[in-house]
């Protein structure tokens, strides 16, 4: 009899097995000739070489396909079972970017959101700018997301300036990162609704998710990476420019900002302003503007933009 270990990495063993190892006693039915131990991240399979091929090749469509959508129950690991082609190709649309906690499908809201998934995929560097509640942040994220799940990029990157909006963050109290994390606390959000929370805490400790304030890029070259800067409009001429020459090879970078929501000192130049004019028509680059029709929160969001935005016209 042969014997083989499988290791799993890519997901949360308890997520996949399910409750009382539901999910692997019923992929186990289809092999009533091998053995199967799990323990903790391991699987330990007994049988002979053919089975034992046959079996890996299914477990391993079977966490492809988890990773991927985050749910499994009797009917999926039937479709794994007899499909003839990859987990990929079993369920879920080309406009579905991420199948997130529980399941909960994440795609495109807006013309203009999707917009962003169209042209991140034709280039490298994407600038995605317009007003509170439209989704830039939360559809950077996602894609970011895709990419990992794809495995695409090998980490996540998520930065933001360290502007107070009118408030001292001295004064908070805590370490460094406790003085932070409430103002990263739309990225953290973001990732909670689409990575289950242990495998997040996970890829949070290992560093294949990183959250940090913009400083923190400094001398740093990020290669195969998914590197979103939010809030860019808060950033100097000297910190645009630092962070749009961090790009390593098999990078992908999205900026987001709100031009109206600007944050740095009176007669400070935003960077952000300054990078979508001095790169205007570079290849590789492009530029999405969202604006109110876009607004997915609260419907009353969009009508105080208005508002707003009639008074600051006249």
């Known amino acids: 009899m042969n014997e083989r270990l499988i290791e799993i990495e890519a997901v949360n063993p308890k997520d996949l097995f399910g409750i009382h190892n539901s999910n692997i006693e019923y992929f186990k039915k289809y092999f009533p000739k091998i053995k199967v131990v799990a323990r903790g991240n391991n699987l330990k399979i007994f049988g002979e070489s053919v089975l034992l091929d046959e079996f890996e090749k299914r477990f391993q469509m079977l966490v492809d396909y988890f990773s991927r959508y985050n749910k499994m129950d009797e009917h999926i690991i039937e479709q794994i079972i007899t499909a003839n082609t990859s987990s990929k190709n079993l369920k879920g649309s080309d406009k579905i970017l991420v199948h997130g906690v529980h399941g909960k499908i994440i795609k495109a809201q807006s013309v203009n959101q999707q917009k962003m998934v169209d042209e991140i995929l034709k280039n490298d560097m994407l600038f995605a700018v317009g007003p509170a509640g439209t989704g830039k942040t939360y559809t950077a994220v996602a894609l970011a997301v895709k990419a990992l799940k794809e495995r695409s990029v090998k980490k996540i990157i998520l930065t933001r300036p360290a502007v107070e909006s009118g408030e001292n963050l001295g004064f908070l109290p805590g370490d460094l990162k406790d003085k932070l994390d409430p103002y990263m606390q739309p990225l953290y959000d973001a990732l ?123």
């Open 192 to 314: 909670r609704d689409m990575i289950p929370h242990e495998k997040l805490q996970s890829y949070l400790e290992k560093g294949v998710i990183q959250i940090a304030p913009l400083a923190f890029m400094r001398g740093r070259t990020l290669d195969s990476a998914f590197v979103i800067l939010d809030e860019a409009q808060n950033t100097t001429h000297n910190q645009m420019r630092m962070f749009l020459t961090r790009m390593g090879k098999h990078a992908k970078f999205i900026i987001t900002g709100d031009p109206g929501q600007n944050d740095l000192p009176t007669r400070q130049v935003s960077g952000l302003k300054e990078a979508i004019l001095a790169l205007k028509g570079v290849e590789g680059i492009s530029v999405v503007h969202l604006d109110e029709r876009d607004i997915i929160r609260h419907k009353l969001v969009k009508k105080i933009l208005t508002a707003f935005k009639s008074i600051e016209s006249e």
